[in-house]
T-cell receptor, first 114, second 113 residues
């Protein structure tokens, strides 16, 4: 499968726990974007990363959220001390180049915080 | 952030009928993407439009971008149950943060056999 891979597809956490969401971009893509889809709302941009660099994290909540895209391995979106309001679908997209290139999306991770 | 409006919010059509979904931006677009999302799944890329007046087709789906680059429409001809899902338009604007896609809230399409 040459598409964007995300895992886990579903994640259940209790309040206060940590959530780690993984994203493997399409083969050859070095640009990764994370979006969040809250219930009854549209997709919102969170962060844009290239290998080993965070380019734009203007859409990330200031606390508890972090993202990385190491030289080797998938991109990780980490949410510490989750709260019920973090329950959402988190989508990762990748592109070959930045800017005007088409962003291809993964299947998403549905996070449920109890 | 720029406003992107999609209409209608939901649509129920009989199989075989044509339909149109609209996406309107409050500012001039650099690019406009159409995606389809099946319930509980990821987004499938359909088409991308950049030039004013541009029109693209794939199978029974046609997307257009107006000359002013502020409005796009997605037209499905002879709809089928396989067309059911949520259609999302995503906008790109020039300038800082141009890689960010701003999405509409989506149009939920149901096709009745």
């Amino acid at each position: 499968n040459a598409g964007v891979m995300q895992n886990p597809r579903h994640l259940v956490r209790r309040r206060g726990q940590e959530a780690r969401l993984r994203c493997s971009p399409m083969k050859g893509h070095s640009h990764v974007y994370w979006y969040r889809q809250l219930p009854e709302e549209g997709l919102k941009f969170m962060v844009y990363l290239q290998k080993e660099n965070i380019i734009d994290e203007s859409g990330m909540p200031k606390e508890r959220f972090s993202a990385e895209f190491p030289k080797e391995g998938p991109s990780i979106l980490r949410i510490q001390q989750v709260v019920r309001g973090d329950s959402a679908a988190y989508f990762c997209a990748s592109s070959l180049y930045k800017g005007w290139e088409t962003q291809y999306f993964g299947p998403g991770t549905r996070l449920l915080v109890l | 952030s720029q406003e992107l409006e999609q209409s209608p919010q939901s649509l129920i059509v009989q199989e075989g009928k044509n339909l149109t979904i609209n996406c309107t931006s409050s500012k001039t677009l650099y690019g406009l993407y159409w995606y389809k999302q099946k319930y509980g799944e990821g987004l499938i890329f359909l088409m991308m439009l950049q030039k004013g007046g541009e029109e693209k087709s794939h199978e029974k789906i046609t997307a257009k971008l107006d000359e002013k680059k502020q409005q796009s429409s997605l037209h499905i001809t002879a709809s089928q149950p396989s067309h059911a899902g949520i259609y999302l338009c995503g906008a790109q604007y020039s300038g800082a943060g141009s890689y960010q896609l701003t999405f509409g809230k989506g149009t939920k399409l149901s096709v009745i056999p």
